[in-house]
């Protein structure tokens, strides 16, 4: 018996197979060794941020277009008040089926937010409801955090899209 275990393990069938699992293995957890660098241009906020650096009009960038096919771009308001604004965001941001279809259809929310640091960085904290019903989402509210950058002293917030490993977001920069 222990023959036949030795031939099988010493064949080349066994070998490639193994080989094929290993390969498979590190194509299929790639996120784990490579990651992401959607904030590779953007200089990190380590401190909570005045709200004066928050507060204004925000508008998608050119990489967000590009990234995110028939996607038109939507706008982001952050207000003095405390409120906050999007425009025409993909669902598949809040939804990984509606990522999963592909879907780019924008949706509309509204809430409320401040900043504060978690993990060495800055991020804005949002209590969100949406516009439009229905939506496959909750109406009940949807609490998210998204990190704050900054790009020529200009706020950057980066929201990600769907499925973490694909490495894709809107990034909304302050006008």
């Known amino acids: 018996m222990q023959k ?5 393990q010493t064949s080349l069938s066994y070998r490639i197979i193994m080989c094929f699992i290993i390969g498979m293995f590190f194509l299929t957890n790639c996120a784990r060794f490579t990651p992401c660098r959607l904030d590779s241009k953007f ?3 380590k401190d909570r941020p005045e709200q004066e650096f928050l507060i204004g009009h925000y508008i998608t960038d050119a990489a967000t277009l590009e990234m995110i096919k028939g996607y038109e771009g939507g706008y982001l308001n952050i207000n003095p008040d405390g409120s906050i604004e999007i ?3 993909p669902i598949s941001v809040f939804d ?3 990522y999963a279809a592909g879907q780019t259809k924008g949706v ?5 937010w401040k900043s504060g640091i978690h993990k060495e960085s800055a991020h804005l904290f949002a209590d969100i409801s ?3 019903k229905p939506t496959i989402l909750n109406d009940k509210g949807y609490l998210v955090t998204w990190q704050i950058l ?4 200009k706020a950057v917030i980066i929201i990600p899209l769907g499925d973490p490993d694909e ?4 990034r909304f920069i302050k006008e």
């Open 4 to 8: 036949v275990f030795y031939r099988i």
């Open 87 to 89: 425009r025409n965001i």
């Open 150 to 153: 900054s790009k020529d002293g």
């Open 130 to 132: 949406f516009d439009k």
């Open 43 to 45: 200089t990190p906020v």
């Open 96 to 98: 990984i089926k509606s």
């Open 167 to 170: 490495c894709r977001a809107v």
């Open 108 to 112: 509309d929310f509204t809430g409320t």
